[in-house]
């Protein structure tokens, strides 16, 4: 079996330090790669010709890159547009061109696969398109469809770095390693210390294990990539059957190492297939004391029981490749365009495509460049028989969520809790889409199970309890809310969501307004910059009848949240308690303006709003049986 994690060390961000691909790696997303040729159209455009996206074409129309077709051929016209003019066939193709371009523009692989390839019927030598292509592909996750195109796009451009990348790929896929030597040779590159790393396990794989040695040592000897070479050659050396060569590097006994959860576990089946078990255990204990994790713990029975643990770590020198690949675009996760981040997780599961690591990757990028339909896919790549497979369900719907299939997503988390009853989180999670949805009294149950599953407490938990206070709250079920919310803060004192939930509720309430008012302050030192807190510690001191006070802080809460209706009214409502009743005027008028199909209507009574514009907040209050707060 794969690692499912990282053999993380640090410094791994070294091995990219000198990354050769210039279009992705220069900051350039996949969004930019057909827009460097923008200015200059791929054919020439006959006076008078429509342009326009190739309608006639069914969407979704496989098109062949012709990439075995010789540099000074022309291109054939396929058989179903023969009898088109050229004019049409030019007006065809400039369609497709700018529909590609725009897609690419767009982050849409989708339809740069699709239009990519009709433009470049007219045009086969645009390195450009092909580039694009190439790119789109691997961010699809159509690692082989990218092969043949970046052969066309390395006969153009010999030393384009992203089709050198992606054969070299394709030699590692193929365990071809007198080729991935070749590609390396002529200048497929990933970074220097990564190309050094796979000319090791290249050697590994071509059993030449005192290359391999001597490729590791250099490195370990180099200086920045040490740390990581170290941790390869322990790998490759418990691969080949040296388990003793590789519990002592494991060990310490070159450099200390810090290894995370997949490390330990290496050198764990290590130390068992050296029948030390005992010292296994020992490894287990110190990694991860008291642990809970149902699969550790199971490891552990097995190890006391004197039960021999194989060496699954890694099934080859091409997994331990797709290793680095994975390791190389989790580090660069935040640092570097997340075009870039995707391409190597993509190249990595390529490789081995059972590592649950790179598909996580995946799906957590595509979350961030907010290809949510994507993410969506590739979280439920993810098998359930995996440990990371609740965790890739999370994601999964709340990418689902991010789509509007909230009930496609609550029935994937339904389905989660089916297979793991005893998960809170994902109980938890049903209870978030539910309240999300405003279906207050069916998320409840669903927080009643996580809370009853809670075995100690611990402060994260504050998380459940004040979700279960909301719609306790939302509900009218105060008592209930309240107990929740200060069992929130006993677990987290300095919450200031909590503080602020609660301190706001009290004011409205009327109840305990001395205390709303310390809540709420402390929420402010937490988040000054929160524009809601800002209008709640305004409202306490409205309701407090601190009208200059309540004044200084809403109008700090609109300039930080300048749209919001709710806080745009209780501007207006200030601003009248001090008796400038042209300006409240105006902030009534802003909230209306401003409220939308998701306004929530328990907070902000547009009617309301008419009627103080109407007749003044003073004769409102009233009418409702009230008045101002004295001062």
């Known amino acids: 079996m794969p690692l499912s994690n990282s053999l993380r060390p640090l410094g791994l961000a070294a091995l990219i330090a000198a990354a050769t691909m210039p279009a992705l790696a220069a900051g350039k997303g996949a969004g930019e790669i057909l827009a460097?040729?923008?200015?200059?159209?791929?054919?020439?455009?006959?006076?008078?010709?429509?342009?326009?996206?190739?309608?006639?074409?069914?969407?979704?129309?496989?098109?062949?890159?012709?990439?075995?077709?010789?540099?000074?051929?022309?291109?054939?016209?396929?058989?179903?547009?023969?009898?088109?003019?050229?004019?049409?066939?030019?007006?065809?193709?400039?369609?497709?061109?700018?529909?590609?371009?725009e897609a690419d523009r767009a982050g849409d692989y989708a339809a740069v696969v699709e239009y990519g390839p009709r433009a470049l019927l007219a045009d086969p030598q645009n390195a450009s398109l092909l580039e694009g292509v190439v790119v789109a592909n691997l961010g699809l996750g159509r690692v082989e469809a990218a092969v043949p195109v970046a052969g066309r796009l390395a006969e153009i451009e010999a030393q384009n770095q992203i089709a050198g990348l992606v054969l070299l790929a394709a030699a590692i896929r193929e365990e071809n390693w007198p080729m991935v030597d070749e590609r390396l040779k002529v200048g497929a590159s990933v970074g220097l210390l990564m190309d050094d790393m796979i000319r090791a396990w290249s050697a590994v794989g071509a059993g030449r294990m005192n290359d391999a040695v001597a490729h590791f040592d250099a490195l370990i000897d180099s200086g920045p990539g040490g740390q990581p070479a170290l941790i390869q050659k322990a790998l490759a050396l418990a691969l080949v059957g040296d388990y003793e060569g590789a519990a002592a590097i494991f060990g310490g006994s070159e450099t200390v190492l810090r290894l995370n959860r997949a490390g330990v576990l290496a050198f764990v089946q290590v130390l068992s297939q050296l029948e030390r078990n005992p010292d296994?255990?020992?490894?287990?204990?110190?990694?991860?004391?008291?642990?809970?994790?149902?699969?550790?713990?199971?490891?552990?029975?097995?190890?006391?029981?004197?039960?021999?643990?194989?060496?699954?770590?890694?099934?080859?020198?091409?997994?331990?490749?797709?290793?680095?690949?994975?390791?190389?675009?989790?580090?660069?996760?935040?640092?570097?365009?997340?075009?870039?981040?995707?391409?190597?997780?993509?190249?990595?599961?390529?490789?081995?495509?059972?590592?649950?690591?790179?598909?996580?990757?995946?799906?957590?990028?595509?979350?961030?460049?907010?290809?949510?339909?994507?993410?969506?896919?590739?979280?439920?790549?993810?098998?359930?028989?995996?440990?990371?497979?609740?965790?890739?369900?999370?994601?999964?719907?709340?990418?689902?969520?991010?789509?509007?299939?909230?009930?496609?997503?609550?029935a994937v988390l339904t389905s989660a809790v089916q297979l793991h009853p005893d998960s809170p989180v994902l109980h938890a999670a049903i209870g978030d889409a539910l309240r999300g949805?405003?279906?207050?009294?069916?998320?409840?149950?669903?927080?009643?199970?996580?809370?009853?599953?809670?075995?100690?407490?611990?402060?994260?938990?504050?998380?459940?309890?004040?979700?279960?206070?909301?719609?306790?709250?939302?509900?009218?079920?105060?008592?209930?809310?309240?107990?929740?919310?200060?069992?929130?803060?006993?677990?987290?004192?300095?919450?200031?969501?909590?503080?602020?939930?609660?301190?706001?509720?009290?004011?409205?309430?009327?109840?305990?307004?001395?205390?709303?008012?310390?809540?709420?302050?402390?929420?402010?030192?937490?988040?000054?910059?929160?524009?809601?807190?800002?209008?709640?510690?305004?409202?306490?001191?409205?309701?407090?009848?601190?009208?200059?006070?309540?004044?200084?802080?809403?109008?700090?809460?609109?300039?930080?949240?300048?749209?919001?209706?709710?806080?745009?009214?209780?501007?207006?409502?200030?601003?009248?308690?001090?008796?400038?009743?042209?300006?409240?005027?105006?902030?009534?008028?802003?909230?209306?303006?401003?409220?939308?199909?998701?306004?929530?209507?328990?907070?902000?009574?547009?009617d309301r709003i008419r009627l103080k514009l109407d007749i003044g907040l003073d004769a409102v209050l009233e009418q409702e049986g009230g008045a101002l707060p004295p001062q």
């Open 36 to 101: 460097q040729t923008a200015t200059d159209p791929p054919f020439e455009i006959p006076d008078g010709a429509p342009v326009g996206l190739p309608a006639e074409i069914p969407a979704g129309t496989p098109v062949q890159i012709p990439a075995e077709i010789p540099l000074d051929t022309s291109v054939q016209i396929p058989a179903e547009i023969h009898a088109e003019t050229a004019l049409d066939t030019a007006a065809r193709a400039s369609g497709a061109y700018l529909a590609a371009r």
């Open 437 to 606: 949805e405003q279906r207050y009294a069916a998320a409840t149950p669903h927080y009643d199970a996580a809370i009853a599953l809670f075995s100690q407490e611990r402060p994260a938990q504050w998380r459940v309890w004040f979700a279960r206070g909301i719609t306790y709250e939302r509900r009218g079920e105060w008592e209930n809310a309240e107990a929740d919310f200060r069992k929130a803060l006993e677990l987290s004192p300095d919450q200031p969501s909590v503080l602020n939930y609660l301190g706001y509720s009290l004011v409205e309430r009327r109840e305990n307004l001395d205390e709303a008012l310390d809540m709420i302050k402390r929420a402010v030192v937490e988040q000054p910059y929160d524009g809601y807190i800002r209008d709640s510690l305004g409202w306490v001191f409205y309701r407090l009848g601190r009208y200059d006070d309540a004044v200084e802080e809403m109008e700090r809460a609109v300039e930080l949240l300048p749209l919001e209706p709710v806080l745009n009214d209780h501007l207006g409502d200030t601003y009248w308690a001090v008796g400038r009743l042209r300006e409240a005027r105006f902030q009534w008028k802003r909230a209306l303006s401003f409220v939308t199909d998701d306004t929530d209507l328990d907070e902000l009574n547009p």
């Open 280 to 410: 296994a255990v020992d490894v287990i204990e110190k990694a991860f004391p008291g642990t809970e994790d149902p699969e550790l713990v199971t490891l552990l029975a097995e190890l006391r029981a004197g039960k021999p643990i194989p060496f699954t770590a890694i099934e080859g020198p091409r997994a331990g490749i797709a290793q680095l690949f994975y390791e190389v675009g989790e580090s660069l996760r935040g640092e570097t365009d997340p075009a870039l981040v995707l391409l190597y997780a993509r190249i990595a599961g390529y490789l081995d495509p059972g590592h649950v690591g790179a598909t996580l990757v995946v799906a957590q990028v595509l979350d961030e460049m907010e290809r949510y339909d994507l993410a969506a896919e590739a979280y439920g790549a993810v098998p359930d028989s995996s440990p990371s497979w609740p965790q890739a369900q999370l994601g999964r719907a709340a990418a689902l969520k991010a789509l509007d299939q909230v009930d496609e997503a609550i």
